[in-house]
């Protein structure tokens, strides 16, 4: 697949100790002197049974079960890793921010944080509105850290709309299920989610900047990118 081709130029660039948040069926594939620790909300048992279509010979197994929302990465000690990487997690977290404040945190001085999101025009949320920036930042000024079934009609109204109008038992069942996988929460381009990245470090005062990205134009998917802790 193109886009994780074009991945590689951004992962050559690790070394030393990382984590890899949400590696899922498709963890980086790192120089060999790297080492990484797969962090998860869910096991490769429960990830089976929420998604079905995933090959499940594919499935990483965690090293660590966290959620992130509640948890953040409290279990590393500050500046302990060379790299963090990212990919397709922020989208499902109910607090963006605070995730990533806790992946800077425990960067090293000069580590990275790789980080890919899906670029709503070329996936299924291409008529779901995007994520406004205030939405998120008070999200984090007041450390939500949980959500409810509801919050996923958005999904209902914008992509799956054959299921408008069906009893509530019905709807019910589809907003738990979409609860229960941790469905996209969160829509972007690649141009609003870069400016989301800028933003939202800006406000957190984090220092960093881009040392190799590509966006959805590039790859037809995502943006991806490579940041490194300054």
């Known amino acids: 697949m193109k886009f994780l081709e074009l991945r590689q130029t951004g992962y050559d660039l690790l070394k030393g100790s990382g984590l890899e948040i949400g590696a899922f069926e498709h ?58 990487i990212f990919n397709h997690v922020i989208e499902h977290l109910i607090n963006p921010m605070f995730a990533l404040e806790e992946i800077f945190r425990v960067l090293r001085q000069g580590g990275y944080c790789v980080i890919a999101a899906p670029d709503k025009e070329y996936t299924f949320d291409k008529d779901r509105p995007l994520t406004p920036f205030n939405v998120l930042i008070e999200a984090y000024e007041s450390g939500l850290s949980e959500n409810s079934a509801e919050d996923y009609e958005d999904i209902l109204n914008f992509i799956h709309t054959e299921h408008l109008g069906k009893p509530k038992s019905f709807i019910d069942k589809c907003l738990d299920s979409y609860h229960a996988r941790r469905e996209h929460l969160h829509i972007w381009t690649s141009e609003s989610f870069r400016l989301f990245l800028v933003s939202a470090l800006s406000y957190l005062k984090l220092q960093s900047s881009p040392v190799y990205e590509v966006t959805a134009v590039d790859n037809s998917f995502e943006y991806f990118g490579v940041w490194q802790k300054r």
């Open 27 to 84: 963890p980086a594939c790192l120089p060999t002197a790297c080492s990484v620790e797969y962090v998860d909300r869910f096991s490769t048992f429960e990830a089976q049974k929420l998604f079905p279509e995933v090959e499940c010979s594919k499935l990483i197994e965690p090293d660590h079960l966290i959620d992130l929302d509640c948890e953040g990465l409290k279990f590393f000690k500050s500046a302990s890793r060379d790299f963090v």
